[in-house]
């Protein structure tokens, strides 16, 4: 069962599929389990032989009813999912106890595929079963779009409406996102990815849109776009133990968005013994102002950096965090928009879980990735090096911590190829979707901006949605 993080006492109970229908609850809450299913030290070493798509059938059979999904069932959606997913662990020769952990070997280059391609075929599922359609409406700030998008494209029943900020994401992204057709389309809108998720959430608690359109969401608004992403946790975790059987192993995990980190502090929760997880920020840095100083007050406007994805100023996400940490439900919207401290006893225990470092500036960035490739021979790009910068940080404050970090790279570089013309030195290796793009010009294939406003995006649903 799961619960809204805005219901106070967590009266109103939810059933899997009610949440995967609805996204957002009513109250404009988000999603969460009502309870987590645990793994003891037995059964977390129990793990170590599994495939990833096994491991994802012990994980997520936590979190579905074998009434509904039966065990052949989940077992076929992770089949599809991930039998051919592979995350290469990469060990820095020069940085001695730093691994990069390569979440970027998907279909679109990015992290978020893991998620994006169970998501999609338990949506599937779902829908030949009830024998219905329906709309899934997602805001990105870069990846989200192409993971949701190639994981849905040509899959019966369903059609995909993604808003991404325009002028806000990298020429390659975007030619991603808009080079997928079919039962896909992606809009450019005027105006930041705030703008984005707000236009989603809105639609999504509109009775009447979200009626017409049978719309829900699959970005990190929905609870089953995140709990995926705990998975990657578990295998990632007892690879490295395989190696390093008698050392700590912490995460080093880009911060935007907070999908990724929450997913991490949900396994934790769940069992995986993980003592701290480092979090790294960008110039917009509301977690670490909260963590930090206990407010969001004057960390709420909308930076634009190099790690692009990042650039979002109310991650939503955070509420998630703030009510998994014990935050009272009511005070949660005035702390995300810094009309309220958060509860001291909450800071605590969320200082003891994560080393929040802000902030990463554009120049730390680059000469991080410069840095980073010519002592490791390891090529980064702006937001996996973000990870790697937090975890230098959490050195120069914990010296005599001798953990394992694991940096989550989230992207492949070659998304951000730009790069490469002030540093040519650096070579920029490729993955297949991106070296299909060459040749586009973005200019014959990029639509009009439209207004960041409701009437705009219903209009975009109806097109696609007729067509």
């Keep these: 069962m799961f619960v809204s993080t805005r219901d106070p006492e967590g009266k109103n109970r939810y059933k899997w599929d009610f949440v995967l229908d609805r996204g957002l609850a009513s109250d404009y809450g988000l999603f969460m389990p009502a309870g987590l299913p645990c793994f003891n030290e037995s059964a977390i070493n129990d793990l170590s032989g599994l495939s990833y798509s096994e491991l994802a059938w012990v994980v997520m059979r936590g979190f579905l009813p074998q009434d509904d999904i039966p065990d052949d069932v989940l077992a076929d959606i992770c089949d599809g999912a991930y039998s051919d997913i592979h995350i290469p662990v990469e060990e820095a020769i020069d940085d001695n106890r730093l691994v990069i952990a390569r979440l970027d070997r998907g279909p679109s280059c990015s992290f978020k595929d893991f998620a994006a391609r169970f998501l999609a075929r338990l949506i599937s599922q779902y829908l030949s079963v009830k024998k219905r359609h329906t709309t899934i409406i997602v805001a990105t700030s870069g990846d989200t779009g192409t993971a949701i998008q190639t994981a849905f494209c040509g899959l019966p029943n369903t059609n995909v409406l993604v808003l991404y900020p325009a002028d ?95 997913a991490g502090l949900i396994a934790k929760r769940m069992g995986l013994p993980v003592q701290v997880f480092i979090a790294g920020t960008n110039a917009n840095n509301i977690f670490a102002n909260i963590v930090g100083k206990g407010s969001s007050s004057g960390s709420l406007s909308n930076k634009y950096t190099l790690a692009n994805s990042m650039d979002i100023s109310v991650p939503s996400n955070l509420e998630r965090i703030l009510f998994l940490y014990g935050e009272v439900p009511e ?10 401290s958060i509860t001291p006893a909450v800071s605590k225990l969320l200082r003891k879980d994560v080393f929040v470092e802000d902030i990463i500036t554009n120049e730390d960035i680059e000469a991080h990735i410069v840095r980073f490739w010519r002592r490791n021979n390891i090529v980064l790009e702006p937001h996996g090096v973000i990870g790697v910068a937090a975890s230098f940080r959490y050195r120069q404050y914990f010296s005599g911590d001798n953990s394992i970090i694991v940096v989550l790279e989230t992207a492949s570089p070659a998304k951000f190829p730009d790069f490469q013309k002030k540093y040519p030195d650096i070579p920029i290796p490729q993955c297949p979707s991106v070296k299909n793009l060459e040749g586009i010009n973005i200019n014959t294939i990029r639509p009009q901006k439209v207004a960041a406003e409701p009437g705009a995006i219903i209009k975009k649903l109806e097109i696609l949605t007729r067509g």
Excluded at 331 to 340: A, E, F, S, W
Aim: proline share 5%; aromatic share 10%.
């Design 168 to 262: 806000r994401v990298s020429e390659v992204q975007e030619k991603q996102m808009l080079s997928i057709t079919g039962n896909v389309l992606a809009i450019p809108v005027d105006g930041n990815f705030d703008d984005c998720q707000r236009l989603a959430k809105g639609l999504l608690n509109d009775n009447s849109v979200r009626e017409r359109f049978n719309l829900t969401s699959a970005n990190s608004i929905s609870v089953w776009r995140l709990l995926p992403q705990t998975v990657y946790y578990f295998y990632i975790w007892k690879e490295l133990k395989k190696k390093f059987p008698d050392q700590n192993i912490i995460f080093s995990v880009p911060s935007g968005n907070l999908g990724n980190l929450t």
């Design 331 to 340: 005070n949660i919207p005035d702390i995300l928009t810094g009309k309220r």
